[in-house]
């Protein structure tokens, strides 16, 4: 992403190198700020009832009307878990509590980390949000795989039914990365 004038003093940018850095750099000919620009965090969650998970089909363009977990893009001032949180409530009205980090996804093409929960529906109850066409609880049997929004919910999906998430009698296992502090 190139950004062409600069954000403090409205001046036009030239693209180099500034000085005792290694990455080219949108830097402002006037008065020097350096837009430094990089990944974005995307947090979501699998979100558990029994033997059913929720999944959301999108409202929202890209990949309208394709089915995905609650995601998006972490906003300022919140936790990840919170930010994933939110996503659910937003997505689906769903009301969860984070069990822990189910998998994390680093991805050059787009410049997006993904971290995605376990989490826990404390009521079984799902409506679809303003971005949402239809909020689901569906079993993993049910599971629409051809019709999944992007690659890092098939990933995620997997990832979530190896580790047992929504199986009768299994305790889901988790990675062993522990949860950051909650400020
Ligand atoms: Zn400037």
């Given at each position: 992403m190139t950004v062409r004038f600069c954000a403090v003093c409205g001046a036009a940018t030239e693209r180099r190198i500034p000085e005792d850095d290694d990455h080219n750099r949108d830097v402002c000919?006037?008065?020097?700020?350096v837009h430094y620009a990089n990944p974005k965090v995307v947090v979501g969650a699998v979100c558990v009832h029994e033997e059913k998970l929720l999944l959301c089909r999108r409202a929202?363009?890209?990949?309208?009307?394709f089915w995905t977990v609650p995601a998006g893009f972490m906003e300022l001032n919140e936790t990840a878990e919170e930010g994933a949180a939110r996503e659910a409530s937003e997505e689906a009205c769903a009301d969860i509590e984070i069990e822990g980090l189910l998998a994390c996804y680093s991805i050059k093409r787009i410049d997006q980390v993904q971290l995605f929960y376990a989490a826990r529906l404390k009521q079984p109850t799902v409506i679809a949000g303003r971005e949402t066409l239809e909020a689901e609880l569906v079993r993993w049997a049910d599971v629409p795989w051809a019709d999944l929004a992007f690659p890092t919910v098939h990933w995620v999906l997997e990832e979530a039914r190896a580790r047992g998430l929504?199986?009768?009698?299994t305790r889901p296992r988790l990675a062993d990365v522990p949860l950051g502090p909650r400020r």
């Amino acid at each position: 992403m190139t950004v062409r004038f600069c954000a403090v003093c409205g001046a036009a940018t030239e693209r180099r190198i500034p000085e005792d850095d290694d990455h080219n750099r949108d830097v402002c000919t006037a008065c020097g700020h350096v837009h430094y620009a990089n990944p974005k965090v995307v947090v979501g969650a699998v979100c558990v009832h029994e033997e059913k998970l929720l999944l959301c089909r999108r409202a929202i363009e890209p990949r309208r009307g394709f089915w995905t977990v609650p995601a998006g893009f972490m906003e300022l001032n919140e936790t990840a878990e919170e930010g994933a949180a939110r996503e659910a409530s937003e997505e689906a009205c769903a009301d969860i509590e984070i069990e822990g980090l189910l998998a994390c996804y680093s991805i050059k093409r787009i410049d997006q980390v993904q971290l995605f929960y376990a989490a826990r529906l404390k009521q079984p109850t799902v409506i679809a949000g303003r971005e949402t066409l239809e909020a689901e609880l569906v079993r993993w049997a049910d599971v629409p795989w051809a019709d999944l929004a992007f690659p890092t919910v098939h990933w995620v999906l997997e990832e979530a039914r190896a580790r047992g998430l929504a199986t009768r009698g299994t305790r889901p296992r988790l990675a062993d990365v522990p949860l950051g502090p909650r400020r």
